[in-house]
């Protein structure tokens, strides 16, 4: 299956390229940390795309590039995002706009251009990471905490517009996972605590998401659409 992994370069998606690729997917990573995300590819045997997913204009030309270089496009997973952490009263503008790029803008041009080739060609899967946050909210964290939430509405449009042409769109609101995202400003203290939030007494590995990305991204799924799907380790139940 040809795959587009955003932000796969490390974290997350790296983990999701990897396991895509052990499923027997042909995978296109769109990444802007040359020096994680090419030593990725290179593992996996698959493609590489330079990209800065804040630029509407260079997130374009690389899902461009990626789509013809792949042959086509039938898996999209939307993994690439940005933390910003502040009081809500002290978020700047600048910030506010940079984690909307590319939580959420670069997020609907991918989309786009994967469900353009998908509409036509007799459909496809669409997997965007959210956060629990969408659900939860997050003191400190309310540019992330929202644009994540429109992660999830987003998911939802789609998933009631391209339903009929057999493209479905679900998203995956992980919980605290151990990642370089948010690295600099946790403590162990804080692992700690956060453990404790869950009835299984840990955070989330990597592998706990790239599992169920590519649960939804399997024809097991051909009846799941529109859902925003916890993996918090029971923090969030709703």
């Known amino acids: 299956m040809r795959t587009v992994v955003t932000g ?50 260079s997130a374009t030309r690389a899902m461009d590039s990626a789509i013809r270089q792949l042959g086509g496009i039938d898996i999209l997973v939307n993994s690439a995002g940005v933390l910003r952490r502040g009081p809500l009263a002290l978020t700047s503008i600048a910030e506010w706009d940079l984690v909307f790029a ?61 339903g009929c042409h057999g493209v479905t769109v679900n998203a995956i609101c992980p919980g605290y996972v151990l990642t370089e995202m948010g690295a600099d400003t946790r403590t162990e203290a804080d692992i700690l605590a956060w453990s404790a939030l869950s009835p299984l007494g840990r955070l989330a590995d990597p592998r706990d998401v790239s599992g169920v990305a590519a649960f939804l991204a399997s024809s097991d799924a051909d009846y799941l659409t529109g859902q925003a799907i916890n993996v918090t380790g029971g923090m969030v139940m709703h």
Not at 15 to 43: H, K, M, N, T, Y
Not at 123 to 134: F, H, Q, R
Request: glycine share 10%.
């Open 102 to 162: 590319i939580n959420v803008r670069a997020m609907l041009i991918t989309m786009q251009q994967a469900s353009a080739w998908m509409l036509a060609n007799g459909g496809g899967k669409i997997v965007n990471l959210a956060s629990m946050a969408a659900k939860a909210g997050g003191a400190d964290e309310g540019a992330y905490a929202a644009s994540k939430a429109a992660v999830v509405a987003l998911t939802r449009v789609a998933a009631l517009e391209w």
């Open 8 to 57: 796969g370069a490390r974290g997350i998606g790296a983990d999701i390229a990897r396991r895509f690729s052990e499923e027997g997917a042909r995978v296109a990573i769109l990444d802007r940390l040359d020096d994680c995300g090419i030593p990725v590819a290179q593992s996996i045997d698959g493609l590489y795309v330079h990209t800065d997913l804040a630029d509407s204009v």
